[in-house]
């Protein structure tokens, strides 16, 4: 498996209280992404960033935040958790457009 | 943008058949195909992917093909065995884009 790792892998939080996800990787690769995977719906995108500083929304980015201040970093940021951001989440990273991404162990939210 | 939609949702086939995923697409624009496999519990993993510029491409027990006029490509398992059971997704995307888009998943089981 690539050198990604995700903390936490398991959570437990409250409607309303704040998140914060990370993801770590050890490729030095220019592009990271997050995920989130519900049943029914695959793998859908919330957001990536294409180097440090630079990010931007995929299809399912509300509710959400993200930055990255190092290469090697990227966090994905649940303002005020609700019940719907109750998912699998996973990071993926990549080291150009022209391939497909390598996957995280995942972390799964449950927002009670 | 991209809307992949992937059939069948589950497939259920005998050890040592064939097993075949189709996926379509929306975007002409598309032009990279990756295959991911998922075991339970696990992260996707890439297994097989094709571009435009081809029509096949096999990896042992397991090919892609793709209609660029129809909008379609497939996943193409022979020989299957136990451990091909996982959820498979098709994904799609234009190369100078960093939105990969997935299809919803197919849970294949091999029976013994």
């Known amino acids: 498996d690539a050198g990604i790792t995700q903390s936490p892998r398991h959570k437990v939080t409250e409607t309303g209280t704040p998140v914060t996800l990370r993801c770590h990787q050890t490729e030095n690769h220019r592009y990271m992404y997050w995920y989130r995977q519900d049943p029914g719906h695959g793998l859908r995108l919330i957001h990536y960033?294409?180097?440090?500083?630079?990010?931007d929304k995929g299809e399912v980015s509300d509710g959400y935040s993200v930055s990255r201040s190092k290469t090697e970093d990227f966090l994905l940021t649940l303002e005020s958790a609700t019940s719907s951001q109750t998912s699998v989440y996973f990071c993926?990273?990549?080291?150009?457009?022209?391939?497909?991404?390598?996957f995280g162990p995942g972390t799964r939210l449950l927002v009670l | 943008g991209e809307n992949v939609e992937q059939h069948p949702s589950t497939l259920s086939v005998q050890e040592g058949d064939s097993a075949v995923i189709k996926c379509t697409y929306s975007d002409s624009a598309s032009n990279y195909f990756p295959w991911y496999k998922q075991e339970l519990g696990k992260r996707p993993q890439l297994i097989i992917d094709i571009r435009s510029n081809v029509g096949e491409k096999k990896d042992q027990r397991i090919a892609v093909t793709l209609n660029k006029t129809a909008k379609h490509f497939s996943l193409h398992i022979t020989e299957t065995q136990p451990e091909d059971s996982a959820v498979y997704f098709c994904?799609?995307?234009?190369?100078?884009?960093?939105?990969?888009?997935f299809g919803t998943g197919t849970r294949l089981t091999i029976i013994p």
């Open positions: 960033s294409y180097g440090v500083k630079d990010t």
């Open positions: 994904a799609a995307k234009d190369f100078g884009n960093e939105k990969l888009t």
């Open positions: 993926a990273i990549s080291e150009s457009q022209a391939g497909g991404p390598s």
